[in-house]
């Protein structure tokens, strides 16, 4: 796989990775393990570092969530970038957990969550870029955000 395409990729998408502000939690972006790339959970947020906020099934539509779902695969990716230096290294989504902040009687969280997925695939391929995965819903999420995703990914060896 050439992930260097995965940056052309977004620009021929237009899509643009988000400004992340510092946390005010105590922990660490992205880890890595041997071979592996632990990344935190990112919540959604815009290209400008605002928030993307509201509860899916109640203040924002199943494509609203999926988009919010989008923007932690953004953020993620560029964690990853912050934290390799490029995507050289990316091999592939191992596991991606997805919390989606939802309304009591949701029930499509993975299809909100297939947002932050289908990204991943469109820049890495079915072979590279579908992992295994949870999506589950929540009661509130930090500042009341309507995704955050977390992620493992596999390097290729140095």
């Known amino acids: 796989m050439d992930?260097?395409?995965?940056?052309?990729?977004?620009?021929?998408?237009?899509?643009?990775?988000p400004v992340l502000t510092?946390?005010?939690?105590?922990?660490?972006?992205?880890?890595?393990?041997?071979k592996f790339l632990f990344v935190s959970g990112h919540v959604s947020v815009h290209s400008d570092g605002k928030f993307f906020t509201g509860k899916v099934g109640l203040d924002l539509s199943e494509e609203?969530?999926?988009?919010?779902?989008?923007?932690?695969?953004?953020g993620i990716l560029?964690?990853?970038?912050?934290?390799?230096?490029?995507?050289?290294?990316?091999?592939?989504?191992?596991?991606?957990?997805?919390?989606?902040?939802?309304?009591?009687?949701f029930e499509k969280h993975a299809l909100i969550v297939n947002?932050?997925?289908?990204l991943f695939v469109?820049?890495?391929g079915e072979e590279n870029g579908i992992g295994v995965r949870s999506a589950v819903g929540m009661g509130s999420l930090p500042g009341n955000v309507a995704v955050e995703v977390e992620g493992l990914f596999e390097l290729f060896e140095d």
């Not at 620009?11 to 643009?16: A, I, N, R, S, V």
């Not at 510092?22 to 041997?34: E, F, M, N, Q, W």
């Open 3 to 17: 992930t260097n395409n995965i940056e052309q990729k977004l620009k021929e998408m237009g899509l643009q990775f």
């Open 22 to 34: 510092p946390s005010k939690g105590i922990y660490k972006r992205c880890l890595t393990i041997g």
């Open 64 to 74: 609203d969530g999926k988009a919010a779902a989008r923007q932690c695969a953004l």
């Open 78 to 105: 560029c964690s990853i970038t912050d934290h390799l230096g490029s995507f050289d290294r990316l091999k592939r989504v191992v596991k991606l957990l997805g919390m989606v902040n939802c309304s009591p009687t």
């Open 115 to 118: 947002g932050c997925s289908e």
């Open 122 to 124: 469109k820049l890495m």
